[in-house]
């Protein structure tokens, strides 16, 4: 399965879980100081001058603004300067994120492509409302409860098939030129399938994790063994893709990290106060033993994708293929506060296991696939194997990779350089099985 380079966007116009910050590895609660002390505290004229600044614009601004309003304005100005990814949130915000933590949204089952500002159907999930109605790929909405889509912002449109489920919502669609029809779909709670997964020539397995939610690690493992059910009943080698993939539930991870080490430190998490001091470690047992492995990472490679490449990367359990990664390693809690209101705030740092912090700086691949593009093959030529003893090459075929080959249909310098590396016994392992 190949990801479309011309895609503009894509939306799930379906159930959604979102978690932040993972239950797991963030810090739900955090006590009102950190304990430690400013080097100098603020002055009461400092102070005086804020409420300066507050007055003069309530009473010359050109147009009135409320005291209340200002003072939101106030707070989400100083949070919004801390970091990109911490923000004050209203109480309608802070429910709508709890809502989202929740997994209260339901959709119609579909997922959507944005081609030239047009609304089309780029899948239909199997067994959902639009795909009991008839609905199929490539089909256009038009409109949404009788609102248009042309001349109306993408977003509101794509939001307008999002609701609780058991909700109703008309839609109108076409399919090419045949005149269109209007179907009321009840929504649905649709969960969201994160991986997909292919055999590669030569029998390597390919699993394309688009995002993390709950459910992915057990979601990854069952894929694993059925493509290893299909190759029968053993894998030559194994790629992890994790390109264009933001993140999400940190918990599922590490536990896909945990599925391909033995035993040790998969990240870990430090801030100003001891609560934000976590810690996750493998547990016995591994889901490929011996088995060589690759995980493809590129500049929207974020946050949880990058614990799991930097984790397998320290343990030298993979060989990390691609290009940097984008360097969100900060995790954010959500305090709430008096008003029903709320604080997203950075909190604590992601650590690897040999003590990396990715935040603003990435993972850097071990073979750049930019590097090779520049100055050919010999680029790649200086990954070592580790300790780890022997790892046979994989026989791959002879392939035209600027033509594409089954499953991937457009060429793909990553993958390219991953066949090559398992093809010339290139590629980590970790410990020999048994």
Do not use: C
């Not at 248009?148 to 919502?169: C, F, I, W």
């Not at 033993?289 to 343990?315: C, F, K, R, T």
């Not at 750049?368 to 791959?396: H, L, N, P, Q, W």
């Not at 350089?417 to 010339?424: D, I």
């Amino acid at each position: 399965m190949q990801r479309n380079p011309h895609r503009t966007f894509k939306a799930l116009a379906l159930f959604l879980v979102v978690s932040t910050p993972p239950a797991s590895l963030a810090v739900e609660t955090a006590p009102e100081t950190a304990g430690a002390t400013d080097a100098r505290s603020l002055t009461l004229d400092e102070l005086r001058t804020f409420t300066d600044v507050f007055n003069i614009v309530r009473n010359n601004y050109v147009d009135e603004v409320p005291g209340p309003d200002l003072l939101d304005l106030a707070l989400r100005g100083m949070v919004k300067g801390l970091d990109p990814h911490s923000a004050f949130l209203g109480p309608d915000a802070y429910r709508a994120q709890t809502d989202d933590s929740r997994g209260s949204y339901g959709g119609i089952g579909v997922e959507l492509d944005t081609p030239e500002q047009r609304l089309v159907v780029e899948r239909v999930i199997e067994g959902g409302p639009a795909w009991i109605a008839g609905v199929r790929e490539g089909e256009r909405i038009l409109a949404v409860d009788g609102k248009r889509v042309k001349g109306r912002p993408l977003a509101e449109s794509m939001n307008a098939l999002l609701g609780e489920p058991g909700t109703t919502v008309k839609v109108r669609f076409r399919n090419g030129d045949l005149p269109a029809r209007d179907l009321e779909l009840v929504r649905e709670t649709i969960p969201v399938p994160s991986v997909e997964g292919s055999l590669l020539p030569g029998g390597i397995a390919l699993l394309q994790v688009s995002h993390f939610h709950l459910e992915t690690a057990t979601e990854f493992r069952r894929r694993l063994e059925s493509l290893a059910a299909e190759a029968g009943g053993e894998l030559p080698g194994i790629v992890v893709d994790l390109r264009d993939n933001p993140g999400g539930v940190i918990r599922s991870a590490a536990q896909i990290a945990d599925g391909f080490l033995k035993e040790g430190l998969v990240v870990y998490t430090r801030g100003r106060y001891p609560a934000s001091y976590l810690e996750y470690h493998a547990e016995p047992g591994e889901w490929a033993p011996g088995i060589p492995l690759v995980v493809l990472v590129n500049g929207g490679s974020a946050s949880a994708s990058e614990i799991l490449a930097g984790a397998l990367q320290d343990h030298g359990r993979a060989t990390v293929i691609g290009s940097e990664t984008f360097g969100k390693g900060t995790v954010q809690s959500v305090l709430q506060l008096r008003n029903g209101s709320a604080l997203k705030l950075t909190t604590a740092r992601y650590f690897t296991p040999s003590g990396r912090s990715f935040d603003q700086a990435g993972i850097t691949p071990d073979v750049d696939v930019k590097a090779i593009a520049e100055f050919g093959s010999e680029a790649a030529e200086g990954v070592e194997t580790g300790d780890t003893g022997e790892v046979d090459a994989v026989v791959v075929p002879e392939l035209d990779f600027d033509r594409g080959f089954p499953g991937i249909h457009a060429p793909d310098p990553a993958l390219r350089a991953a066949l090559e590396a398992f093809r010339e016994g290139r590629v980590l392992a970790g410990a020999p099985a048994g």
